[in-house]
């Protein structure tokens, strides 16, 4: 564990992260999520099946995009990456449970700081996940405030446990 996090535990008990977020992985994420390069879905996730063989999910959930974010990119990256994952582990994905109920600034365009307030409140769940193992998946983990919202939101929606499983995590400046 982090200093971060032993001084404000996060909402998620785990998380597991596929690559350090440098080049030359910075740069075919980018080519994935902004230049529409989809068929690099298929090798992302099946490096994530790979690595989270370790965390045991009843079920997969993507980090879910705004409509308006959704229909500005034409795909959800991280419904795109837990396809394959799914199919690995022959479990679940859920995507319609949750969603996005606030239109955010992008994280990318923040800094560090402000990024836990941009996302506070903006998720919604429909469905009770009470003693259900989650697993969230997503492209990038920069400082977490996005995917520790989203647990928060599933905790409170009765997840007995939410891991991560990320292709690429940042390291802090």
């Excluded at 479990?91 to 319609?96: A, S």
Aim: a positive charge.
């Amino acid at each position: 564990m982090c200093g971060r996090c032993l001084a404000k535990p996060p909402h998620y008990d785990a998380t597991f992260a596929a690559f350090c977020y440098g080049f030359p992985i910075d740069k075919l994420i980018q080519s994935f999520k902004y230049g529409h390069r989809l068929g690099l879905a298929r090798y992302f996730g099946r490096q994530l099946a790979l690595l989270g063989e370790s965390a045991e999910a009843d079920l997969i959930i993507p980090l879910p995009l705004h409509p308006l974010r959704l229909q500005e990119r034409g795909f959800n990256q991280a419904l795109e990456l837990a396809r394959p994952v799914a199919k690995a582990w022959q479990t679940p994905v859920d995507f319609r449970s949750c969603s996005r109920v606030r239109h955010t600034v992008a994280q990318a365009n923040l800094p560090w700081r402000e990024r836990e307030r941009n996302v506070r409140g903006a998720f919604h769940c429909s469905s009770d996940f009470t003693g259900r193992r989650l697993l969230l998946i997503d492209d990038v983990m920069t400082t977490g405030a996005s995917l520790d919202e989203l647990a928060r939101t599933v905790k409170l929606h009765g997840a007995a446990q939410v891991s991560l499983l990320v292709l690429a995590r940042a390291l802090p400046p």
